[in-house]
């Protein structure tokens, strides 16, 4: 069993830096060679014209037939972009005008309930999370509640805490038909109405966050508390709209606007770079190459950061929802498409799956994401840092190097890929440009895939066969017989529910 080092076969200069953020690809394992074979293949996959079209408003989005142009959405410069003719930036900076003059108005607010799932929660869930505790930024200090599962659970455990006569609720769903979403968003304004708001009081509480305007409206928001996105703009890439208005009104408009700013440098960069000097598609062929030799089914993601315990959870939907499709774009099947993603903070994840890392028989390529500075001002925090950052290198070096022994039992394999990304601090501002260069890697492995990262055809049957499912349910029958919509084992477990 080999424990030499992997790195000793990568690229000379395996560090490569944008707006500040540094990726180290040393323990990918990969020679210059190989690396050179990568780049081509991105050429020859014509990624270099998918970038420019795809910040062009070309329709990328090739089922739905619309373009995929939420970098617009984050484009802080405000040089034109234009869709079917029309710039969209002055409809996109009317929002932030409003989304600011809102975060101003608001005083005397104890608790906002954001409501929404999926695309409409993770995003704005994890910046509220990941800021919470940054050094000196300063916080509005209101109870920021995500209400996303249908489980009472969640909502109960909010409605506890909640001070109804000083709640703002944010309805936030792109289509405004996400069960969970408006189900939950009745709850709330029973327990408003239950609470003795008038109903005043309750269209003075109630916001929302849509494409779908009429549905809105129709539910009860008054058309001046509803904010506009639009369908170009999928869920999962939607952070950067007013589905990020928790991040404004927590951390006012100017922590959002740093959010913005660090994800449109990374744009920039994305758009701009040379291939090789570029961070998204430098990750994305190594993840590529590692499929190709090392017949990778899951990839890991592990932020030594605390506040990015949320980050995995949000990474999983944008790789797996928009990569994880068996059909390409020319309609055959594709090769390769996402693996399995997963990860947690670390070091609390090395006591949990990273023995399988180790000496697992698959082979899981892993991001490390460090952060230069501590991420809190704690008398301790300095110490604590160094141990967790040791923590972190040392696991990428013991996954590289292996382990020989003359017992099987203690031999560490070695030569497991890994990325190091560092940040030089975790603010609004490399928050949006970590997040960016992720949706910029997906966007870059479908156009390696040749897989449509913008639409999710894939979750749409299981909510369908939902419904007679929970006819079925409510029935309250034990009588329940297979039928075109539910099949014998379902059958069975319904009657076992009902009875
Ligand atoms: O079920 C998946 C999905 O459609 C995601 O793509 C989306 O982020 C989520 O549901 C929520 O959708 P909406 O914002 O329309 O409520």
């Known amino acids: 069993m080999s424990s030499k080092p992997i790195s000793d076969t990568t690229l000379p200069n395996s560090t490569h830096g944008a707006v500040d953020v540094i990726l180290d690809t040393a323990y990918q394992g990969i020679s210059p060679k190989n690396w050179a074979s990568l780049f081509d293949l991105a050429r020859k996959s014509q990624l270099p014209e998918f970038i420019a079209n795809l910040f062009a408003g070309e329709h990328v989005n090739q089922s739905e037939d619309r373009p995929a142009l939420h970098s617009a959405l984050r484009n802080l410069s405000k040089t034109p972009v234009i869709l079917d003719g029309k710039d969209v ?54 109870r920021m509640h995500f209400l996303a599962n249908i489980d009472t659970a ?54 929302a966050v849509t494409v779908n305007i009429p549905a809105t409206k129709e539910f009860g928001v008054e058309e001046d508390h509803i904010f506009p996105f639009w369908d170009w703009v999928g869920g999962r890439y939607s952070v950067w709209s007013a589905v990020g208005l928790p991040i404004a009104l927590q951390y006012g408009f100017k922590t959002f606007e740093e959010f913005l ?59 797996m929802e928009s990569n994880g499709k068996s059909i390409g774009m020319d309609g055959n099947p594709v090769k390769y498409s996402s693996p399995v993603v997963f990860g947690s903070a670390g070091s609390n994840a090395q006591h949990s799956y990273f023995q399988l890392f180790h000496q697992g028989p698959e082979v899981i390529p892993i991001d490390f994401i460090a952060v230069r500075k501590p991420m809190s001002d704690r008398p301790e925090a300095i110490a604590h840092h160094r141990i967790l950052l040791s923590n972190c290198l040392a696991q990428a070096q013991a996954l590289a190097h292996g382990k020989s022994d003359s017992n099987p039992n203690n031999v560490y394999p070695g030569k497991r890929p890994s990325n190091l990304l560092l940040l030089p601090e975790l603010n609004a501002f490399y928050l949006g440009a970590l997040l960016v260069l992720y949706e910029n890697r997906a966007a870059t492995l479908g156009a390696l895939w040749n897989i449509n990262s913008f639409d999710q055809p894939g979750v749409e049957y299981g909510k369908v066969l939902a419904k007679p499912i929970e006819a079925a349910l409510s029935s309250g029958s034990s009588d329940i017989v297979a039928n075109e919509n539910i099949d014998a084992v379902t059958a069975t477990r319904i009657n076992l529910l009902n009875s």
């Open 89 to 142: 930036m002055p409809a996109v900076t009317d929002v932030w005008k409003r989304m600011e003059a809102l975060c101003n108005k608001w005083v005397g607010v104890t608790d906002v309930i954001h409501i929404g799932i999926g695309g409409s929660d993770f995003g704005p869930r994890l910046a509220i999370e990941a800021l919470a505790h940054v050094p000196k930024l300063e916080s509005r200090g209101m």
């Open 154 to 207: 969640e909502l109960a455990r909010i409605l506890d805490k909640a001070q109804p006569n000083s709640t703002r609720v944010v309805i936030v769903s792109k289509s405004f038909t996400t069960l969970e979403t408006t189900m939950n968003a009745k709850a709330v304004v029973a327990w408003l109405k239950a609470h003795g708001c008038t109903k005043g009081q309750i269209s003075k509480a109630l916001f």
């Open 261 to 319: 700013a660090g994800a449109h440098a990374m744009d920039l960069h994305f758009k701009s770079a040379p291939l090789e000097e570029n961070l998204s598609v430098i990750m994305a062929l190594a993840l590529l190459y590692q499929q190709q030799k090392r017949d990778v089914k899951a990839y890991a993601a592990i932020p030594y950061a605390d506040a990015l315990d949320w980050f995995p959870r949000w990474l999983q939907q944008l790789d």
